[in-house]
């Protein structure tokens, strides 16, 4: 009998030469002595082997004969299952004499015949994986072998692998893993699944399918950038398919870094102003640093202001949804905010005074739920008080976070501590935010890197002895804020919004444009800006006023509105572009469309009387709310909102004279002090805990 397509079976079900002579001669033929005639038939073939001992077979059509004397009608088949798993090998054969079967197996080179298997039927209980086949023979001598069939036996499967009620069809037991290969660099994926049959294997990239990769092993030998993409697997026999997990591949270039992020994503908030407790100053100008850093980074930030219990619970389930595998992630909040027994909250501006446990967010939920995402990177930054209230109550119920090696706590100050914001001329600034602009942008490990942070606060005398900044990590690689930005192979996720939208030009009757740019300074406040274009002949000494027609919105509006942060427009843009602005603030508010009325007052030299003209525009609240552009769970990733269309400009002119300007802006009135707090159960995700101020 031939071996098995030639000898044993590689990882791959490839077979290896061996002899087979000397084991395959047993009863009923006994043992083949030279001249004796043994009818072997090569598995698959329907032809039958010469006479033992080197003798040619016999032709013409006695041979023929011979040939057909024995057929087999039902093939044994492949299978893949769990090790303890119960199945039956079956042959099937028909003859002009009554037919005897013999089953034999093979493990690695060792081949043997299995004593007491002589029947149609092999049952087996799976223990290792081997290699079987049956010969059948009749009583004339003639012997025909069936097809190897190879009995695949996985020793360690998941928990509930293979189902209860599993019926043969394919089931994933190892999904490919991502991977980054240099340029020239062999390439190896692996997907392996259970079945019964086998099952067959077809690997696609990008979607499309690649007519040579077949096996359960994708090899590439030699890696072209063209061969990065996402990979996936399918599995299939005559029960049905079975897809692995999609994995992204990086080519890169020889001598590229080690590290890499699939996509940088960060949630900046910073709450200013406080319905029941102190206003603060400093979180206004950390945000807004800390994004132009991150941006300068390849991050996609998102910086709000002055968010509520509810708006900010909204925000972050936004950002946790646009994580994903390979990520680096930063959440960063300067605020009001307390510890208890490790467990950090910040404050929301509507947290009522004294705080009760349904008014404050936990910051190691929303971590926990940071790492399910299997995030590469996982940074959290804290620049609020650290004090301790209620010692004695039960700690609140927050699972232990995963050992993944990839979480960074950074706080601003060391427990039962507070932190202190320092005044810089018109604006104040956090002491931990003075000096983490320093050092954010180099290209070191990031913990390293809050090192040095902590070591110039160290040595700031205006807070020796008060703060003392404190870092916190689990982090086994050498992963940094610069690292670059491989994309996963599908459509890189946007979070954050445009800062700047298409300006646009509108005309009065009188025939003076004027140009509108929406400038945003962080993802939920932004500036109208009017500008007036090349003045006409016919009009002289024109002046521009821009203000929100009043409804029941506007109220709030102001309420949120900053009176400083014109400061913070000024050092971005040119004085002479903001001649006339108007301060949209606390956007995610809006519940409709936003109406502004701009008024041009201007002389008509011909009578030298003053006159003025208004022109109406509308923002759709579509377009203002919008700070996350697309979503991850979208399928297709929708096109991305054109603002040109979001944004509608009415020019229906207006005979009165308007009044009220953008620069008149109300300032917030001061709040009461809080009192301790009481602590959070922390039931649900993202439920608040309750918060201190910051100093």
Known sequence: MPGPAGGDFSEEGVLHTQPWECWLHHEPFGPCCPGETCRRRVPGTGTAAGPAGGRPGRGGAAGEAMQEAITITEQPVSVSVPVGYSFTLRCRAQGHSSLQYQWFCQYQSDCRLIPGATNQDLPIIAEQTQLYTCRVNDLHRNAVFSDWVKVEVHQCVARGLPPRLWQGEPVIVLNPQEQRVEVGQPLQLQCAAMGVPAPSYQWYRNGNLLEQQKRKKLRITHTRVSDSGTYLCCASNSHGEHWSSAVDVHIGPRGSGKFFATGKIALLVGNNLYQHHPNLMAPVRDVFELRHLLEHLGFQVVSLLDLNKAEMATAVTEFLQLLGKGVYAIFYYAGHGYEHLGRNYMVPVDAPQPYAPENCISVQRILQKMQQQQTAL??????????????????????????WGNTVYGYSTSEDAEAYELQDGEFSSGIFMKYLKKHILQEKKVTHMLEDVLEDIGRDPLVTGKQVMEIKHTLKEARSLTDPICPSGAAAERWGHGHELPSRTVTFPCGARVQLRFLRLFSN????????????????????????????????????????????????????????????????????????????HYTQPSTNQRTCESLQTTLQKSLLRQFVCQRKDSQPAPARVCPQDALGLGTEPKGSLGTGSGHSLPSSSPSTFSSEPEENDESELALPGPGQDRP
């Not at 606390?586 to 701009?598: F, P, R």
């Open 378 to 403: 996982n940074i959290i930054l804290l620049d609020t008080c650290r004090k301790w209230y209620n010692p004695g109550r039960a700690l609140s119920q927050v699972q232990p976070l995963e050992p």
């Open 525 to 600: 406040l932004m500036f109208v800006c009017a500008k007036p274009l090349a003045p006409l002949a016919h009009i002289t000494e024109p002046q521009l006023l821009l203000h929100q027609l009043e409804t029941d919105a506007v109220a709030i509006q102001r309420e949120s509105c900053l009176d400083h942060v014109e400061t913070l427009l000024a050092s971005v843009y040119k004085r002479e572009e903001l001649d006339c602005i108007f301060q949209l603030c606390a956007l995610q508010k809006i519940q409709t469309d936003v109406v502004l009325q701009l008024d041009l």
